[in-house]
């Protein structure tokens, strides 16, 4: 079922011990269709004896976290932050994250309705615009070293959760057993001037741009809350940085003093490729068929995709036609290529109930990974 | 993004390019198991070698048993992620879409008691059962030698119960805890009152084994991924990582339903005695229901009870026994009823092995006949090694295993749930995988490191006491009584010794007249070793065992498949954040504890309940305060924890160690290691918990 219009797609991030009350909250506001990811976030964390005299570089605290995700009218977006961030909290260091995207569906399957959401009105809150979100694919076990440069340089608390690559390995027969499929996505999000810089590092670092060691793509965010406290630990100040930060962004009204400016590091002096203009087109659909639908995809032009899981929710309706678990694919893709993929999947029966499959499109402002010599 | 868009062709790879990908994957996964089994390897070898001072028997066979293990397990392993977990998680996730519960709960009980069945070690404790007297513990007698089915099918009935409560818990939402407060406290119960009725009190160790043995490295991975799967389907929050809980139902339900069947069988079993007032005459009706006939029960004490004992089968007549015996040597249909088997053989073989002189006379007709077949019967049992055998042997058990339980889920998800398999060829070879690595591993537990854990654990006791070393007793042939001398003790009482030369060593061997057999002139040397460190049940001896313990139960643990996918399993629904090493580290600092605790358990012989009361009240309290997420995962670790590694190290530590100090049954470190884990992993989620809880206030500031 065609559908193409647009949406924001809200993502709230946050400790795993608050996915129940954050539900309960969405409840209130009418949100259904809720698709929930598990993830860790890491914050720098406290040496402590013998790792202090070992290690030079600071330890990582990883926890579990829960990623929310939902639609909401565009119109509604701003109201739909300011509201769940007093809900929340969300303005309180440490509390969690709450951005948007910007989103079209393309199309999805018969028994989705819109949510009717009655928002309250809220007191006006602090809301960043002009944003970006960093998305960065590597192997399992990989993403840690990658993103620690968003805490390392105070731009952003990186959340990483677990997907299953597919490309290459799928063609090769049984001999992709001895191929790794799991992937570590690192997700990010930063004021929008500072991404290109972190970015640079991140593929310095990961060496991205060398075969076979990850992909790595930057997109806008629309509007967002974000989490400044980027270490745990003891405090020995009379107020943390965090707090400090969030006084200041509450006096200036915006988040804008808190733009740096990256000494450029030598790898990223060099010309580097990037691939501009591309869209993600995201295949969401029950558990078991998203690998089918992809290979559809790519047969029909896209050439790799990561797959990952999500629970599907939807606290208002007793009896969802929807499976419970759900898969999504994200295919990162030229422009011109999302109309025949569209065509081939809906072909495929991808919006189908047995499927109950949904497409999205976002646009993708930069990316980069090995591109071939 | 890479240049290779268009159609979905096979692309086909160079051998060169094979050789590339293979040669690196086959290096990461051997590497990862050499170091799960590195540190308990080296351990027992250094053990044995410098703490010890003894060499190490048979040291090409157990390095080579050791390399097997180390292939087996890798392949095993990689079968298990290949092929039996996304199978069991696929189920999972299909049963609550296409089937209603009744149906998800006989496939579950069915399952169970299918797992059961499938599982080897269960043959373990019916080998177990070879070595019980009637006599001494009846009830355990006949429930694992007459009774074995019976008692197979109640805990495979446990084990299905418990598989059917876990699938209801994941469909509703239940908590574990309730389960833990009626379970636990209800099978403490049994085994208190157990231990005021001898009967049950033997069989309460086996009942307690029952549930550890059936949470082997097959079921285990295969209902975590199954519960996993459901939990996907039924969980109403956005949050907590379900799947759990269910291995820790197998291990209490079986408990509980062993208890319920000894309690039923009791009534009809006689009280343990001695062998005399067992095979007497009054006792005769209750004795023969432990057989399946008064000449089987004939055959077992003519076998097993000492020759006096014997003759209360005949009410002491031996006139009686004598012409019975002779009956038995000239009558083929008795001999079968009575031996197992007709033929000449098998009854020279009672004769010689078993019988009194009179008997085998009696038996074999004339005393020509007895001393023929002395010469010809060969009673010791040969030990050399035997390939073929092993071979086929563990193949079968492995096949035994696997396979049934595999053919079982393809035919749900084929066939009732109507599903396309999932990746038919991964799956496929994922099951090869599985078999081949099961087969190799379980040949290399029997070449290497039982061997290696039977040597550690029979010479442990040397250090706080001294023993003999029967596999180098050496015969000193044509011995001169006049080369022995005379010392002089400090007190001015004296003890004899004599010089030997063995192997170029001169030694001081104590004189024992016992081991004199004057009419040959021949001495029997048995060397001593022992004790290493202070006096006999020294502080300092008994401290290196429980050191000993802790540490080996730390490094077996850390060894088990079955944990190690459990860890894995934590790991991803956590996203890293509860990482495998964590867990796995945590569990078996608990499994060393335990087993440390249970070594004191047999050192001191501290009756079975004081070890377990205090821990579990600890536990109960524990769990009250635990987050639900760990309470499923800390009990869950103590399920797995009782693997193929651990069990036969820890039983050969047990017997080595009760046979030296004199305590009758080894068991209860088995238990003891179940207990703590959970106390380990309760632990460090109270105090991850508490560090989170502080964040968020923090936060809430």
Redesign the interface.
Known sequence: MTINRDFSKIHISL??????E??AALGRIGVTG?H?E???SIQLGQASGLARLMSSTQPIS???V?V?TFLVPRELERDAIAWLVGEL?LD????GSVWATQVNMLATHAAWVEAKLSIPTSSARLIASDLTGLACIVQKGEANEIARIGLSTGTAIPV???GIGT??R??????????PAEK?VATLVMHASEAEAVMNRMIDEGQLDQPGKG?IYVYPVASGVLDT?FH?GAESQAASVEQIVSTLDEIRGSTEWRRKSFAPTQGSAKKRKF?NNLVNFSITCN??QVEHFT?VA??A????ATFRRL?Y?SPGEEKSAI???REVSIL?IGPDKVGPIAAALEKEGLHEAESSGEILISPVAK?C????K | MKEAAGKLERVHLSLKEKVNLVLPYVGRKIMEQIKAVALIVVYLVLFQVVALRIPIADAAIIASGIAVIVLGLAFFMEGLFLGLMPLGETIGIRLPQKTKLPVILIFSFILGVGVTFAEPAIGVLQVAGSFIKAWNAPLLFVVLNKYAMLLKITVGAGVGLAVLAGMLRFFYNWSLKPFLYIGVPVTMALSIWATFEPNLAYLSGVAWDCGGVTTGPVTVPLVLALGIGVSRMTSKDGGEAGGFGVVTLASLFPIVTVFLLGIILLPSVPAPMDQKAFLASENRAKAVALFDSEDALFGYALRNASIEAQSGLWDGDKTAMLSYVAKLGSDEGLRTRVLGKGDTATLERWAIGNGSQEQRVAALGSEEAVRAAVARVDVSNSSSLDLPDLLARNGAAAVQAILPLVIFLVFVLAVVLREKLPHPDQLFIGVVFALIGMGLFSIGIELGLSKLGNQVGSKLPSTFKRIELTEQQTTISGFDKSIIQTAVNPDGSTVQFFYANLNDAYVQVPWDEKRFEDSTGRYQYVPTHGPLYGETMGVGGILVVIFFAFVMGFGATLAEPALNALGQTVEVLTVGAFRKSLLMQTVAIGVGIGIAVGVMKIVFDIPLIFILAPPYAVLMLLTKLSSEEFVNIGWDSAGVTTGPITVPLVLAMGLGISTQVGVVEGFGILAAASAFPILAVLAVGLVTNSKKKALLEAAGA
């Open positions: 400790y795993r011990e608050r996915a129940k954050t539900l809720i929930v598990a993830g860790r990883e926890e579990s829960s929310f909290g309180h260091p440490g509390r990483i959760t677990y490309g290459l799928n063609r090769l027969g049984l001999w992709r057993i001895l191929v570590e992909f406290k745990v691939l558990e078991g290979q790519m047969t032009g896209a050439s790799g629970r929710l499976s419970p678990a990162t990316a990974t090995f591109l071939g």
